[in-house]
């Protein structure tokens, strides 16, 4: 076996991170190598930022069933959570799916069951050995030392690994010894945000959201607002913009936040602005960027990458945590495999299917962006949600 006695690095706990760790070591069950996960986060506990998560049967949900998870999996979904309203910018209802109950068809491509960052991140690490993970990690650099790589910590710690792999998500560290190429800025900028206590901060909206999602577009501009499992929501607001253009906003002061969105969203009605005043401070810019469709590289005999770090895409397809399992588990297999003679091998072809694989993802995320951030987005939503055959 190709990995007989390696020390495996993964530098990232992020999905992509975790899942390739968890079925590396369901292969490795004689512990024929040795498996750590270095993440920068303090802890376990450190905070999961984000919105909700939609899992594919092809692609997130497949990795999910070969790490033997997938009862956990549905023990934690949520179900309900993919029903939605899309409104305009006064939050004037146009589409529903909210009748009907919960769908708990799995198995099926159409069927995409969300669930929270939080949860997902902590079934996967829970099903990891003791001892896997190693906080408090920080890549800051790296060089070779024989035919491995000695890793170095922002905590001053460092650590050797015969095989390096990338998992740190989209300002990676390990790219740029991967290679020179680097992601573009797709023209779309957004802000993050979340709101406690929805129900008594923000009753108009709590009321439309009913556990699910609102997704509201006007003028070329989106506002996405997603409930959580533990009874917050999350908000994301996106629109075409210079990306120098909320770069000087103090993200920890609500009055400025409230101040640009009247602004730059200055069609939209005061029904948002409640959400923005009950914020969670601070609020986090994203800007969002694309890895170049057409990028390539040589393969390293020791050295790869998986999820963001190889590949960011705009979040509009629902693609990129897909894609991160995807990778993961398709790793897992090639590094695994008795087909090839070297890791090298190994490595480049997994990497040369990865990267056409998301860069289709990747090309469909970029035009998804275009049309919901365009004059008539509501329209073209519209037709697209009443369409049968779609997916979510
Ligand atoms: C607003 C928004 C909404 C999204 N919605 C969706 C969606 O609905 N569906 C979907 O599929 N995708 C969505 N995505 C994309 C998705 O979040 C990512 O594609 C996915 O999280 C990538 O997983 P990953 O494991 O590659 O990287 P990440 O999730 O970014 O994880 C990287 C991990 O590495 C750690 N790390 C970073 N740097 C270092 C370092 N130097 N040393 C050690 N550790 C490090 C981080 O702390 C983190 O734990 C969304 C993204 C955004 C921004």
């Not at 895409?313 to 297999?333: K, Q, T, Y």
Request: hydrophobic share 40%; with cysteine; glycine share 8%.
């Amino acid at each position: 076996m190709l990995l007989q006695k390696k020390q495996i690095a993964i530098i990232g706990g992020g999905p992509g991170g975790l899942t390739l760790a968890r079925l590396l070591q369901l292969k490795g069950v004689t512990n024929a190598f040795a498996i750590k996960v270095y993440e920068r986060d303090f802890n376990k506990n450190a905070r999961v930022q984000g919105t909700t998560l939609d899992l594919h049967e092809e692609s997130g949900l497949k990795a999910l069933r070969q790490a033997q998870l997938f009862d956990e999996f549905k023990r934690n979904y949520r179900p309900g959570a993919d029903k939605m309203i899309i409104v305009n910018e006064n939050a004037e209802l146009f589409f529903s799916d909210h009748e009907g109950k919960p769908e708990e068809n799995f198995g099926s491509e159409h069927f995409r069951p969300e669930i929270d960052r939080g949860p997902l991140r902590k079934m996967l690490l829970e099903s990891l050995q003791p001892d896997t993970v190693m906080w408090d990690r920080q890549l800051v650099s790296m060089e070779k030392n024989g035919d491995g790589w000695q890793l170095h910590f922002k905590n001053k710690t460092s650590a050797y690994a015969d095989i390096v792999i990338g998992a740190d998500g989209a300002n990676s560290k390990i790219r740029p010894y991967i290679t020179k190429s680097k992601a573009f800025y797709s023209g779309i900028s957004g802000l993050l945000g979340s709101v406690h206590n929805p129900d008594t901060t923000v009753p108009a909206i709590h009321k439309l959201l009913k556990g699910g999602k609102i997704m509201a577009f006007g003028g070329g501009k989106n506002f996405t607002v997603a409930s959580n499992g533990d009874g917050s929501l999350a908000f994301y607001l996106s629109y075409k913009a210079d990306e120098s253009r909320l770069k000087n906003i103090d993200l920890a002061d609500k009055t400025q936040v409230l101040s640009w969105f009247k602004n730059d969203y200055a069609e939209w009605g005061n029904v948002w602005h409640g959400l923005l005043e009950n914020a969670e401070t601070p609020f986090m810019l994203i800007p969002i960027y694309c890895m170049p469709l057409n990028q390539n590289w040589e393969a390293l005999p020791n050295l790869t990458m998986l999820g963001d770090a190889a590949h960011v895409m705009p979040p509009f397809a629902g693609e990129g945590v897909n894609m991160a399992m995807l990778d993961a588990l398709e790793l897992s297999e090639f590094l695994t495999s008795d087909k090839y003679n070297t890791l090298q091998e190994a490595i480049s072809i997994y990497e040369i299917n990865m990267r056409k694989r998301a860069a289709l993802a990747a090309q469909e995320s970029l035009e998804n962006g275009v049309r919901m951030h365009s004059e008539n987005a509501l329209q073209i939503m519209l037709d697209f949600f009443s369409n049968p055959n779609f997916t979510k």
